[in-house]
């Protein structure tokens, strides 16, 4: 059976409906807005440094730190890359 098509842009329009959503401190519902992201295009790096902010409010520090990890797999040369670092760091 063939991967699933990665789409892109709707994960794109997920994380930037997250990012509202952890303005507004509805961290749940961003949460569940970068879950569909992950499922529309799980090589999306943003996704995972706003989960990481996401869990962090949780105070769900082991899921904060894998997310920050994943994030700096798929973009190790990110512009934020050592302050996810430091994030990690100081979890």
Same mark, same amino acid.
């Given at each position: 059976?063939? +991967? ?14 997250? =990012? =509202?959503?952890?303005?507004? =401190? ?22 995972? %440094?706003?989960? =990481? ?11 904060? %730190?894998?997310?920050? %990890? ?18 990690? +760091?100081?979890?």
């Amino acid at each position: 059976e063939p +991967a699933a098509a990665r789409d892109r842009s709707e994960a794109e329009r997920l994380v930037g409906v997250a =990012g =509202g959503q952890l303005v507004r =401190g509805d961290v749940a519902s961003a949460v569940a807005s970068l879950q569909r992201a992950r499922d529309a295009d799980p090589t999306y790096a943003p996704i995972y %440094r706003h989960l =990481g902010l996401a869990y962090e409010r949780m105070q769900r520090d082991a899921a904060a %730190r894998d997310a920050y %990890r994943r994030y700096l797999q798929l973009a190790p040369n990110a512009p934020d890359a050592e302050r996810v670092r430091a994030r990690i +760091a100081a979890l």
